[in-house]
């Protein structure tokens, strides 16, 4: 009997001791799905020499970005310049984000919007991107579904069954187009904004159409005796030279000024594509002079059978069709710029490519 009941203590002991064990894994894992961590360790992410991303959207070509001479270009789509701040913008979401691990089944991942064919898989490559046969990837993710307003969203670090609820939404930063039927990330504007112009400020606009016509937009400094600027104005203002030679509307020659910088396209084409396109004698000249940098001459040609009229920035490689419409702002007349018409004709577009 004495050794019936010491056997049956033994057991019970093990049997709570198990239990204890138990409910202490369990513990540790619900503190470990609540616990709000780096989806990737900041020891890892300090090491990534992205140098390449590859982006992979059901139902679309894949898209292939790279660093080409310190400029993000997208080399499946006619290396086209990418936004460089969008792309660093989706590294870090992906990289410097946080969250919690809401599920480690892989049976469960379809619910949070991943796997089945249904995921964004967005890749981080290295430099040897082209040359490694593997694609010389550092990290791959799979982008589950967006919670909307929230700004957070669901992922799955590829080679990890972890389902993080993360604190970031990468698949939004994929969702603006420069135009519709366009890959995302791409620079949205004619000129883009790697040209270092925009950084020296523009100093000089110069139109010259084949007709002969012209003009001539001229950033001026003021004179405080007889122009002082108000406050909140700048020391400096636009006008239009040649004959004429008056003060801009300040209103439109800001506008116009803008515009120049924001200007959207509807396609990217082969630079290799400029004369067979008519570029070699285009309809206008179009050169942007800025402080201390080569005049930046872009040409744009005569419209196509499509109407879509091409632009060319030679210097730059950059290529595009834009509509008429965008054709006529970027060469405007003098007329458009009178005191006397202070209508800012670019607002428009400035109100849709705001960013």
């Known amino acids: 009997m004495t050794r019936a009941i010491v056997g049956f203590a033994v057991l019970f002991g093990a049997l709570f001791a198990w239990d204890r064990a138990l409910s202490r894994e369990a513990r540790v894992k619900r503190a470990a799905r609540t616990r709000v961590d780096f989806v990737i360790p900041p020891e890892r992410r300090q090491a990534l020499p992205v140098a390449a991303l590859r982006v992979e959207i059901p139902g679309e070509p894949e898209l292939l970005l790279a660093r080409v001479k310190g400029d993000w270009r997208a080399l499946s789509y006619e290396r086209a310049h990418a936004d460089r701040v969008a792309v660093a913008a989706l590294v870090r979401a992906l990289t410097e984000t946080q969250g919690t691990i809401v599920s480690e089944d892989p049976a469960a991942a379809q619910q949070y919007g991943i796997g089945g064919g249904r995921s964004v898989v967005v890749t981080l490559a290295g430099p040897k991107v082209l040359d490694d046969p593997a694609g010389d990837v550092l990290e791959a993710f799979e982008l589950g579904r967006s919670l909307g307003e929230r700004g957070a969203g669901f992922l799955r670090r590829r080679g990890s069954p972890a389902i993080w609820r993360i604190e970031s939404d990468p698949k939004a930063l994929l969702a603006p187009r420069a135009a519709p039927g366009l890959p995302p990330l791409l620079d949205p504007a004619v000129i883009p904004g790697t040209w270092n112009g925009w950084a020296a400020g523009l100093a000089d606009v110069f139109v010259d159409h084949a007709d002969g016509t012209s003009l001539h937009l001229e950033r001026r400094l003021r ?28 209103t439109p020659a800001r506008g116009y000024e803008l515009f120049l910088a924001r200007a959207p396209f509807v396609e990217v084409v082969d630079a290799s594509r400029a004369q067979e396109l008519g570029l070699e004698t285009p309809a206008t000249r179009l050169t942007l002079a ?29 290529l595009v069709l834009v509509t008429p419409a965008v054709a006529r702002l970027l060469a405007p007349p003098a007329a458009w710029l009178d005191p006397a018409d202070p209508r800012n004709l670019w607002d428009p577009y400035l109100r849709e490519t705001r960013r």
Request: aromatic share 8%; net charge negative.
């Open 223 to 250: 004179d405080p005796a007889t122009d002082p600027p108000a406050a909140g104005e700048t020391p400096w203002r636009w006008w239009v030279g040649g004959d004429d030679d008056f003060p801009a509307a300040p």
């Open 290 to 318: 800025a402080d201390g940098l080569e005049p930046l001459e872009v040409l744009i040609g005569v419209p196509l059978a499509d109407e879509r009229v091409p632009v060319f920035a030679p210097a730059l490689g950059r």
